[in-house]
């Protein structure tokens, strides 16, 4: 069901890329890409590329990246056929969909939209005018919250009546509402009797929306004194997943950009306290944990994220989610500074200020959890202050960047009275054992000798590839000072300097194992960007739109770049081979090999990475060899 493939295609092919992205930002030629600022998170640098030949984007900073489609669908939060037909409407192509009356399913969205705006605006009205809503107004003024407060969240008031909604609709007559529009819109439901019923019955309503604008659902919050639940909210339907949906985002999201932070919080009136308090950039989940789909829609419009919840209750796996999407997002996690057992959205009643002193004064994540682990020790004796000190530098072993896990332990070992030597290795134990360090990059554990003659990145130890945008991998890419990665960067934009006899299995990092095989497998690149995983294809396009003219025009480097990839891959065999001699299974044939390998590696280095003695050693690697 959509649009047909070949026409898809085709609208990507016709669109200009530069054209499309240049109505949303200014982009500049530079070489053979186009750079801006990205549209998708705050920054003062440009570290947004596109690629106007291959038809594709990535951002640096981000790691946001697609096509035109793509595009679209994010900056205007349109759905793919929305953003397929805008498209094809530039460029004059007519679309043919799978089935007839195609279209339904984005159809059957827009009447929910409608319905639903329908209910915001009769719930509201209900809450500003009807009578029965006494009692509903005056708690909400006792919150706090005036008639503008009310207008400007669209506030209403579900009746304490089994159907108000439905028959002042019109559900299932001629004129009003189609029944299955209602029940799927989450606004009622069928009952036993065979009766439409309104999902939300005496309680103050606060719209959902999504970013855009758009009601997606309703929490709705009992009076207090009254039966039931505390809140209740939507249930999931064709607009509204909680998994996804972020209260309030669609009235902070400027706030949020301009900021470059987010304040994440449990409630809807959190939100609504928070913009009472002066911060118009805090969001609540709604009726569920912060999830990874939640992180990656805020991810697009700030990278710092500060919680404003008890992190203590969210419990350790909680944590520990948070750490791995630091990484994963490139995200800083921060707690704010609310008192023990507080709540944002009384605080911005009884204490406005000591609100703002909570979001100005939150600490980083890891701070944060150090201090709890601190906090709960015994520290007046010796053994409890190694012990603590151990416990929180486990911690710190979570973080990738070693010269911040340093920090950190400095810090540990001063307030507990420890050696930082003796945390470090806890670290490096912990680090060790990590279920992570299987897909650790090898550069930073190992920097290639031969390293030294295109170091430019400073302390990074390593050939820096990416100068100037300070762009690193996500949890799942190794440091971009990696000659995997130029061999694959080769592979896109000058396939001729990729030697056809080198094989996946000379290249160590997964993903970009993974990117070399799809490079074998797919027919071309577009079919490959169309239809690899999409980690995969993510990183083609970062690839497609860095440019690296010193690599694009200098043979030698080319050459060089790949007998580096021999004598890495050289080197791994060499250990794997040292391994098996010392544990007893070393035959003669085992140790010539070994022998073989060294002097072919000595005499790459010393011929100063030379083609010929790097093709002595490829032969060597191969398969068959
Ligand atoms: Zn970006």
Known sequence: ?????????????????????????????????????????????????????????????????????????????????????????????????????????????GKLTEALEQAVEWYHQRLLTASDAGLARRYLRERGYDGDVVR????????????????????????????????????????????????????????????????????????????????????DNAVYRKSRVL?????????????????????????????????????????????EDHVRVLRRFAPRIVLAFDADSAGQTAAERFSQWEHAFELEVAVADLPPGADPGDLAQSDPERLVAAVEGAVDFMDFRISRVLGDADLSTVKGQVRAGERASRLVAEHPNPEIRDKYLVDIADRCSVSADHLRGVVRNAR????????R????????????????????????????????????????????????????????????????????????????????????????LAEAEPRLSALMRELLVYEDEELRSSAHRQEVVIAILMYESARRELAYLERKARTGSADDDLLRRVATLKTAMDKLRESDWQADQARALLELLRPSA
Request: charged share 25%; proline share 7%; hydrophobic share 35%.
């Open 1 to 109: 069901m959509g649009i047909h493939d070949e026409d898809v295609a085709r609208v990507r092919e016709a669109t200009d890329i530069v054209a499309v992205i240049g109505e949303y930002v200014q982009l500049k030629r530079v070489g053979r890409r186009w750079q801006g600022l990205c549209p998708f998170h705050a920054e003062k640098t440009p570290s947004f590329s596109v690629n106007a030949e291959m038809g594709v984007y990535h951002c640096f900073g981000c790691k946001a990246s697609g096509d035109a489609i793509t595009f679209l669908r994010e900056v205007e939060h349109a759905d793919f056929p929305e953003a397929v037909e805008r498209l094809a409407g530039r460029s004059g192509i007519a679309l043919r969909y799978t089935a007839p009356g195609e279209g339904a399913d984005r159809q059957k969205r």
């Open 152 to 235: 400007q969240y669209k506030m209403g008031w579900a009746p304490d009546e089994w159907d108000a909604l439905a028959v002042d609709l019109g559900v299932g007559t001629d004129k009003g509402m189609p029944a299955p529009v209602f029940s799927d819109a989450g606004l009622g439901f069928r009952n036993k009797g065979g009766r439409i019923q309104d999902s939300f019955r005496a309680r103050v309503l606060f719209p959902i929306f999504d970013p855009s604008g758009k009601p997606v659902g309703f929490g709705g919050r009992v009076l207090p004194g009254e039966e039931g639940p505390k809140y209740k909210n939507s249930v």
């Open 247 to 291: 209260y309030g985002l669609n009235w902070a999201k400027q706030d949020i950009v301009n900021s470059a932070e987010v304040i994440v919080c449990e409630g809807y009136t959190d939100v609504i306290g928070f913009a009472q308090a002066g911060i118009a950039r805090a969001v609540a989940t709604c009726g569920t944990a912060l999830t």
């Open 432 to 439: 060790r054992r990590g279920p992570k360090s299987a897909s």
């Open 441 to 528: 990059p090898a550069a930073e554990e190992a920097p290639h000798p031969a390293a030294a003659g295109y170091d430019r990145g400073g302390d990074r130890g390593g050939y820096s590839v990416y100068e100037g945008n300070g762009a690193d991998g996500s949890s799942d890419s190794p440091p971009p000072n990696n000659v995997e990665r130029q061999v694959l960067w080769l592979a896109a934009h000058e396939p001729g300097a990729v030697w056809s006899e080198i094989v996946p299995e000379m290249i160590h990092h997964p993903l970009y194992r993974g990117l070399f095989e799809a490079l074998l497998e797919y027919p071309d690149l577009d079919t490959l």
